[in-house]
C-alpha cells in the first residue's frame, strides 16, 4: 500500500504536468495529420440597404481548405460561408475582399481563395410603381 501511495503521489505535479503534454501531443498529431478539400460556395451580399440592388462580378468563390483527414467534409462544406460586406458603401462601383467563415476555425485552414476580390455594382433601387 505504501509503494502504491508513493507512487501516484510522488512528484505529482511533474506527473501531471507529463500526461497533460501527453494528451496535446496526441491532440496536435491527430489535428494536423490533413489533406486537401475544395469547395465552390456561392458568394453572399451582407449588411445591404433595402434601398440599392447588389450585383457582384463573380456569384461563387472556389475555397481550398486543409483539413484533418478524419473529419466528415459534408459537415465542413455545409457550414462554410463565403460573403462581401457592403455596409456603409452607396451607389457605385467597389472592389471589396470576398471573407470566408466557418464554425471549424480551428480545425479548416484556409489555403486559397479564388476570387479574393469581388467588383459590386451598387444601384439605386427605383421607387415603387415605375
Request: overall charge positive; proline content about 5%.
Amino acid at each position: 500500500m505504501k509503494l502504491l501511495k508513493s507512487l501516484f503521489l510522488e512528484d505529482w505535479r511533474l506527473k501531471l504536468l507529463s500526461i497533460v503534454i501527453a494528451l496535446f501531443l496526441w491532440a496536435w498529431v491527430r489535428v494536423s495529420d490533413t489533406a486537401p478539400f475544395i469547395v465552390s460556395k456561392e458568394i453572399q451580399v451582407i449588411n445591404g440597404n433595402p434601398e440599392y440592388t447588389y450585383k457582384l462580378d463573380a456569384k461563387r468563390v472556389r475555397i481550398k481548405l486543409s483539413l484533418p483527414q478524419r473529419t466528415k467534409l459534408n459537415d465542413v462544406a455545409e457550414d462554410i460561408r463565403a460573403f462581401v460586406d457592403v455596409k456603409g458603401l452607396g451607389e457605385g462601383e467597389y472592389v471589396s475582399e470576398v471573407k470566408v467563415e466557418t464554425r471549424f476555425k480551428l480545425f479548416a485552414r484556409i489555403e486559397e481563395l479564388e476570387p479574393e476580390y469581388v467588383k459590386v455594382f451598387i444601384v439605386k433601387k427605383p421607387p415603387r410603381g415605375q
